[in-house]
């Protein structure tokens, strides 16, 4: 049975771009018969292990995501 659930909290995505070393991104084969890693893609990053990455595909994260704020300052107060 599927479940659906809700963030609780923000998430840090930065632009991936040609000049990232991708070693330590996870990326899933769907993502990757898509032609990803491509501009327009996101990368995550788990707060708690900044070696923990993955690659949010760019269609994926137009339909998902919304821009909240550049400055961690501000960020802290929405939380």
Same mark, same amino acid.
Do not use: H
């Given at each position: 049975?599927? @479940?659906?659930?809700?963030? +609780?909290?923000?998430?840090? $995505?930065?632009?991936?771009?040609?000049?990232? #070393?991708? !070693?330590?991104?996870?990326?899933? @084969?769907?993502?990757?018969? +898509?032609?990803?890693?491509? $501009?327009?893609?996101?990368?995550?990053?788990? #707060?708690? !292990?900044?070696?923990?990455?993955?690659?949010?595909?760019?269609?994926?994260?137009?339909?998902?995501?919304?821009?909240?704020?550049?400055?961690?300052?501000?960020?802290?107060?929405?939380?």
């Amino acid at each position: 049975m599927m @479940a659906f659930y809700r963030k +609780k909290a923000l998430q840090e $995505l930065t632009p991936w771009n040609p000049n990232i #070393p991708m !070693d330590l991104v996870s990326i899933s @084969a769907a993502d990757v018969d +898509k032609g990803s890693p491509k $501009l327009g893609d996101m990368l995550a990053c788990n #707060p708690d !292990d900044v070696c923990d990455w993955w690659l949010v595909e760019e269609q994926y994260f137009k339909d998902n995501y919304e821009w909240v704020s550049d400055y961690t300052s501000e960020v802290n107060d929405y939380e």
